[in-house]
C-alpha cells in the first residue's frame, strides 16, 4: 500500500465507509483549529487492515459488513455485560427460536441470582439457515458493585459472561475535600545524597512525608513508573513502557529491601562501592544514565535475591505471585528471554507468543530467571506501598498519585503477552496542533477495541488493578484514549491517521469500579484534539479534568481563571512543555525552531509568545496578582510573574492545584520535547536550578525563597 504525500487524497469510498462506521474508524473529524478534516480512503483501508480485515475488493468489504452483522447472533451471551449501579439494563440471549431459556448470575460473594425474562420482542435472525431469537432479561439496578458471572441455559446449550456493575459515579470530594494542591515532579530526576544516580522511591516517600507535614501538601503526582527493558538500552521515556502493568524496579531503594541486610560483608562493601560510584552523579547536570544505574542495582539485587529470605518473606512473596496470576509469569518470562535472547528482534520464532510450548519450556528451563523478575516486582509493590503510607502518615489527603501512560513499547512484554488485543501495523500518535504542527507517532500499538472487548476488558482491569494497588489517585495521560486514539498506519507520516472509537462508557465503567475499590480519584488529561461532550462525559462519572494555565483559551482569548472548572486538576505548566520560567523565555520556541518542528516562521512564533506573555500579564494585574510596576524583562521579574502565574491557578474554582517541582527551584529545561526521540534529551534531564546546577532533594526540603512563594500562592 503506497504512503500519500499529502493529507488530501482519495476519497472514501461508500462501502469502505459503512465497514469504517461499523468498526468505529473515522473517516472524517475537526481538528483543533476547528477545520474539518476528511479522511482519505489510503488511511481507513490501513487502519480497517490493523483490525484484521479484509478490504482488499467490494466483495471482501461486503463480506466482513455480513460478518460484523451476524457476529452477535452466533454466541449465545454477549462478551461481557457492562452497567452501572442504580440503573435497571436489559441482557440478550441466542436461542433457537422459540426455545425455552433461563439465565441467573453467581454474584462475587457466592450468591445465585435468578434473573427475570422480559417482554421484549426481537425479530429472529437466520444464521447459517437456522432461526435465531433473542430472549431479554433484566439487569436489576440494585446489583452489587463487583465483577459477577452471567449464566444462560436452553435444551442442554449453556454460556457465561462476566457482569460489570460499577458505581453511578465516582466521589472526589470525598477523598480530596474542597480542594488539595501538591507538587509535580519526574521521580528519576529527583534525586538525594543517597540515590544511587537516578531518585527512587525512598526519594519519593521523603517528598511525599515532608511535603505533606510541612508544607500541607495532600499529593505527589509522580511520572509512570512503569517497567522498562531489563537489558539495555532502556528506554528513557516514562511514556514508552514496556508493560504499564508492572513497575520499573529501577526505582528501588537498594538498601530498603529487608535481604540487604543478609548480605555478607564482602558483597555488601562490592555493592557499597557501586553505590558511591552512582551518588557522585547526584551534584552533577550532566543527562540521566539510566543504563549505568541498572546495570549496578541489578548487579546488588541479583546478589540479595540470591541471599535468600526468611520463612515469613518467603509465604509473602509466594501469596503476591498467586495474586498476581498469570499476568506476572508472562511479564517475568518476557524478562527471562530479553536476559537470554536480547531485543525481541534477535528472539527465535518459536519464541512469539507466550502460548507457545517452546516458552513453556524455557520457562522451565530458566526458573530461576523468572522467578527474580517476579521477586523485582514483590520488592517493588512492597516499597509502594511503603511509599503511599508515608505519603497518609504525613497528612495527605489523597498521596501518591501515580500516572498511567498512553501505551506500550512495540517490542514490549504487553505487546508480546497482550498480541491477542492490540491491534499490529498501526501506533498510536496525535493529530496536528498548535504545539505540534506536523502530527505525533508515539510508535506505540493500541488495543484492538473489538479484541478488548471479546476478551471481556480483563487486560484492561489487570492493568488498572495493578497500578492502582497502592495509589490515592491516578492520573491518566491522553484519557481522550479511553474514547478514540489516533492510529497512524506504519510508513504514514503523523498528520496521515484518523481516529478510532472505543466503547469508553465500559472503558470508564470498568476504570471507575477499579478506583472505587482502591479508594482512589482519577485525573484524566482532557487536552487536545477533543469533543466538549467527552469533557461532560467524564465530569457526570466524577473522573477530575484537567486544566493547563497556557491552554486555557476560547477564541484566541484567555479564559479568566475565574471562570475554569471545579472538578479539574490545574496547573501553570506540564511535563510536555519547558519550567514555567523556561517558557517565559521562550524554550518552547526555541527547541521547536531548532529541532525543525515549526510550520511557521520562528520570528511570528516569538511575537506570538510576546502576545500570550502580555494577555496574561494583564489579566494577573487586573486581580491584583501582579504587580504594574514589574518589568517583566529582568531575573526579578520572572520570579514575580513566575509566582503570580501560580496566584492565577489557585484563583480558580480548581479542586487539585499543582505545582511543578522544577518550577520551585527555578528550573528551565523541558524534560521533553514532543514529537522527538533521539533529537532533544528527552526524560534525562536532572532536575536544575536556575544556573542550570543540580538540585538535590535535601537542597529542596532545605527551602528556598522561590519554593516558599509558590507553596504560599497556591495554599
Known amino acids: 500500500m503506497s504512503v500519500p504525500e499529502a493529507p488530501e487524497w482519495a476519497p472514501v469510498p461508500d462501502d469502505l465507509a459503512l465497514l469504517a462506521e461499523a468498526y468505529g474508524v473515522a473517516t472524517d473529524y475537526w481538528d483543533q483549529s476547528g477545520t474539518f478534516v476528511r479522511v482519505g480512503a489510503v488511511t481507513v483501508a490501513a487502519v480497517l487492515t490493523a483490525l484484521g480485515l479484509d478490504v482488499s475488493s467490494s466483495e471482501s468489504i461486503e463480506a466482513a459488513l ?23 439494563g436489559r441482557v440478550w440471549v ?9 439465565a441467573w448470575l453467581d454474584l462475587e460473594d457466592g450468591a445465585r441470582l435468578d434473573l427475570d425474562q422480559m417482554e421484549f420482542w426481537v425479530d429472529p435472525v437466520i444464521v447459517d439457515g437456522a432461526a435465531v431469537g433473542e430472549a431479554s432479561f433484566r439487569m436489576p439496578g440494585d446489583l452489587p458493585l463487583g465483577w459477577h458471572t452471567l449464566h444462560a441455559e436452553s435444551e442442554g446449550t449453556a ?46 516517600a521523603d517528598l511525599a512525608a515532608w511535603s505533606g507535614r510541612d508544607l500541607g501538601a495532600g499529593f505527589v503526582l509522580i511520572n509512570p513508573l512503569h517497567a522498562a527493558s531489563p537489558v539495555p538500552p532502556m528506554s ?17 531503594r537498594i538498601e530498603d529491601v529487608p535481604e540487604y541486610a543478609r548480605l ?26 539510566r543504563d549505568a544505574v541498572w546495570a549496578a542495582k541489578r548487579t546488588a539485587l541479583e546478589a540479595i535475591h540470591a541471599a535468600g529470605m526468611s520463612d515469613e518473606r518467603a509465604r509473602a512473596y509466594r501469596d503476591f505471585v498467586d495474586a498476581q496470576g498469570s499476568g506476572l509469569v508472562d511479564f517475568a518470562t518476557w524478562c527471562a528471554i530479553s536476559d537470554v535472547h536480547g531485543q525481541p528482534a534477535d528472539w527465535p520464532d518459536d519464541l512469539g507468543h507466550p502460548a507457545l510450548e517452546a516458552v513453556v519450556a524455557f520457562r522451565g528451563e530458566q526458573s530461576g530467571r523468572v522467578d527474580f523478575h517476579m521477586w523485582l516486582q514483590w520488592l517493588i509493590d512492597d516499597q509502594l506501598a511503603t511509599t503511599q503510607h508515608a505519603a497518609r502518615e504525613a497528612g495527605m489527603a489523597i498521596g501518591v498519585m501515580h500516572d498511567l501512560a498512553v501505551g506500550v513499547h512495540p517490542e514490549g512484554s504487553d505487546a508480546w503477552a497482550l498480541q491477542d488485543v492490540l ?11 498548535m504545539y505540534n504542527q506536523m502530527g505525533q507517532d508515539w510508535s506505540q500499538p493500541p488495543w484492538r477495541p473489538d479484541a478488548l472487548a471479546e476478551a471481556a476488558f480483563v487486560p484492561f482491569r489487570d492493568m488498572l488493578r495493578t497500578v492502582l494497588g497502592h495509589a490515592g489517585g491516578l492520573r491518566i495521560d491522553h484519557v481522550l484514549g479511553l474514547f478514540r486514539l489516533w492510529w497512524v498506519p506504519q510508513g504514514f507520516p503523523a498528520y496521515a491517521g484518523t481516529f478510532v472509537r472505543f466503547d469508553y462508557d465500559a472503558m470508564l465503567s470498568v476504570l471507575m469500579l477499579e478506583a472505587h475499590r482502591a479508594g482512589a480519584l482519577v485525573v484524566g488529561e482532557d487536552l487536545g484534539t477533543m469533543e466538549p461532550w467527552v469533557q461532560v462525559a467524564l465530569a457526570e462519572r466524577g473522573i477530575l479534568g484537567t486544566s493547563v494555565l497556557w491552554f486555557e483559551t476560547m477564541d484566541g482569548a484567555i479564559k479568566d481563571p475565574t471562570g475554569w472548572r471545579r472538578d479539574v486538576l ?17 524554550e518552547h520556541v526555541r527547541i521547536r525552531a531548532e529541532l525543525g518542528l515549526l510550520t511557521t516562521p520562528a520570528e511570528d512564533e516569538r511575537a506570538n509568545a510576546d502576545r500570550e506573555r502580555q494577555a496574561w500579564a494583564d489579566v494577573l494585574r487586573q486581580h491584583g496578582w501582579l504587580g504594574w510596576d514589574v518589568d517583566l ?10 509566582v503570580a502565574l501560580h496566584r492565577a491557578v489557585a484563583g480558580s474554582p480548581a479542586r487539585l492545584v499543582g505545582v511543578s517541582l522544577p518550577d520551585a527551584v527555578g528550573d528551565r529545561r523541558a524534560q521533553n520535547q514532543p514529537g522527538t526521540d533521539q533529537e532533544y534529551p528527552n526524560w534525562r534531564v536532572p532536575l536544575t536550578d536556575a544556573t542550570g546546577s543540580a538540585v538535590t532533594l535535601d537542597a529542596v526540603v532545605a527551602g528556598s525563597d522561590l519554593l516558599r512563594r509558590l507553596v504560599s500562592a497556591v495554599r
Open 66 to 88: 455480513e460478518e460484523k452483522r451476524l457476529r452477535d447472533w452466533r454466541r449465545m451471551l454477549p462478551p461481557v455485560y457492562v452497567t452501572r449501579q442504580g440503573q435497571d
Open 633 to 642: 524583562g529582568t531575573d526579578e521579574g520572572l520570579e514575580e510573574f513566575t
Open 159 to 204: 454460556a457465561t459472561a462476566p457482569v460489570v456493575v460499577a458505581p453511578q459515579r465516582l466521589d472526589p470530594e470525598a477523598i480530596a475535600g474542597d480542594r488539595q494542591w501538591g507538587l509535580m515532579t519526574q521521580v528519576y530526576a529527583m534525586r538525594s545524597t543517597r540515590s544511587w544516580g537516578l531518585g527512587d522511591l525512598r526519594d519519593l
Open 264 to 289: 555478607s560483608p564482602a558483597v555488601a562493601e562490592r555493592v557499597e562501592v557501586l553505590a558511591d560510584q552512582l551518588r557522585r552523579l547526584d551534584l552533577t547536570a550532566d543527562l540521566l544514565d
Open 423 to 433: 491491534a499490529r501495523g498501526v501506533s498510536v500518535g496525535a493529530p496536528p496542533d
Open 570 to 586: 490545574a496547573s501553570v505548566t506540564v511535563h510536555d512543555l519547558p519550567p514555567t520560567a523556561g517558557y517565559l523565555r521562550d
Open 94 to 102: 441466542h436461542v433457537s427460536d422459540g426455545k425455552p431459556v433461563r
Open 236 to 252: 528513557p521515556s516514562p511514556y514508552l513502557p514496556v508493560t504499564r502493568r508492572f513497575a520499573n524496579p529501577m526505582y528501588l
